[in-house]
Structures are given as structure tokens and as C-alpha cells.
């Protein structure tokens, strides 16, 4: 099959723009990625470490409202008053926070 002489020359055109327009990319990449993202990643780093070191770590005061915590009938495990995903320090009961031994 025999391409005609201006669709030749667009094959060519188009073959030699695809090798020499992409020479720098690798390199300009590198070059952003240490200059700008592992500073970026090391400024929000500090950043997360100095508000975790501000973070207070009390719960804040239990304030039973009628429309949380309902309990219609007890989760199929354990004492069937946890969720299964509980965390003593950060949910609370129906009744208020567990007692913290940290």
C-alpha cells in the first residue's frame, strides 16, 4: 500500500517531532521533583508534627443529646453497647466517655 508523496511527508514530520520534543522532560521532572515536591512533603511533615505537638489530648466534655448514641438494640458483638470500629478515647457511650488508664 502506497502512501501518497504529502502523506509521506506528514509521517516524517510528525516521526521527527515525537523524538526531539521530548529530550529535557525526564531531566525537568527530576530537577522539579527534588526542588519542589520533597520540600513540599517536608514542609507539611513539619507542619503535621508542630499541630500534633499543640494538639490537646483530652476528650472534650460528654454532653448527652437526645438525638446521639442512639442504641435501639445491641451490636451483634461484644457487650453489644460498642461499635465495632470503638475507640475508647475519641467515642463516647450512651452514658459518657470510658474511664482512660493513658
Known amino acids: 500500500m502506497a ?3 504529502t502523506a509521506m511527508a506528514a ?3 510528525f ?3 515525537s523524538h ?3 529530550d529535557g522532560s525526564a531531566k525537568t521532572w527530576k530537577i522539579l521533583s527534588f526542588v519542589l515536591a ?9 507542619n503535621a508534627y508542630m499541630k500534633m505537638q499543640a494538639h490537646s ?3 472534650p466534655e460528654f454532653v448527652p443529646y437526645a438525638h446521639l448514641r442512639l442504641r ?3 451490636f451483634p458483638w461484644g457487650d453489644g453497647n460498642h461499635s465495632l ?3 475508647a478515647h475519641a467515642n463516647a457511650l450512651p452514658d459518657g466517655y470510658e474511664s482512660s488508664h493513658h
Do not use: D
Not at 520533597?38 to 513539619?46: D, F, L, Y
Open 3 to 5: 502512501l501518497s508523496p
Open 11 to 13: 509521517r516524517r514530520v
Open 15 to 17: 516521526a521527527a517531532a
Open 20 to 22: 526531539s520534543s521530548h
Open 38 to 46: 520533597m520540600p513540599g512533603v517536608a514542609v507539611c511533615m513539619a
Open 57 to 59: 489530648h483530652e476528650a
Open 72 to 74: 435501639t438494640k445491641k
Open 85 to 87: 470500629f470503638h475507640n
